[in-house]
């Protein structure tokens, strides 16, 4: 072979050899300048990427604040917190509600016994007193008086006082009051006539409290 026809050989493998590795650099369609290039399917990749990693850490972040601690998987999810506030707030329980009847009457210039409700656990509570009082104003009692008493969430001791216009008369005086807020397990309301004046009668009605499901206190 002559030295023309060998550096002709020569420059078509060399030719050859470029040509081939530049078709294999473009993409994957492995032809030069035909579809995309490698370079550029990465630049679309490494956005897509980012893309991608912003939107999982969006995600996390949303994930996380489905939970009380804000680490998901740890501690509460909000929608239990949700539904124990619900069914606590329906409920009915042994635990999440308790009563006590007033009853009982109180003599002449007398006082009458104490009704007592004593909370179950520690929480957020309230509690209410819806009492009648029924009053007999003897001879003398034009100016007579009742003096309820109340120690407990609701604190009213000596400080409501009925009285009566008209002496030897009967009538029936309602009282009611409510209270809300955190109280221990074993925090008590009471409820009595404290005293009275030119006055007998006899009680009736309630001492209530529904317990509220709080964050702190969730059951």
């Known amino acids: 072979m002559s030295f023309l026809g060998s550096s002709l050989a020569w420059f078509v493998a060399l030719k050859n050899t470029w040509e081939g590795r530049a078709n294999a650099a473009w993409g994957a369609s492995n032809v030069w300048n035909s579809g995309t290039s490698y370079q550029s399917a990465l630049g679309t990749c490494s956005a897509d990427l980012a893309a991608m990693t912003a939107s ?33 707030l329906a409920a009915d329980g042994a635990n999440d509600y308790v009563e006590v009847n007033i009853a009982g009457s109180y003599a002449l210039d007398g006082a009458s016994g104490t009704t007592t409700l004593t909370l179950p656990k520690t929480g957020h509570w309230i509690v209410t007193i819806n009492a009648s009082i029924g009053i007999n104003a003897t001879t003398g009692g034009a100016n007579g008086y009742t003096t309820i008493g109340a120690v407990g969430p609701i604190n009213q001791s000596g400080g409501q006082t009925l009285t009566s216009n008209s002496e030897n008369i009967g009538f029936t005086s309602g009282w009611s009051k409510t209270a809300h807020g955190q109280y221990n397990a074993g925090q008590t309301q009471t409820f009595r006539v404290e005293g009275s004046w030119r006055h007998s009668g006899t009680l009736s009605g309630k001492i209530c409290a529904h317990f509220v499901p709080t964050t702190s206190y969730p059951d």
Do not use: C, E, I, K
């Open 56 to 88: 999982a850490n969006t995600w996390q972040t949303n994930a996380n604040t489905a939970y009380d601690s804000g680490v998901w998987g740890s501690g509460t999810p909000w929608s239990t917190r949700y539904t124990n506030l619900s069914n606590g």
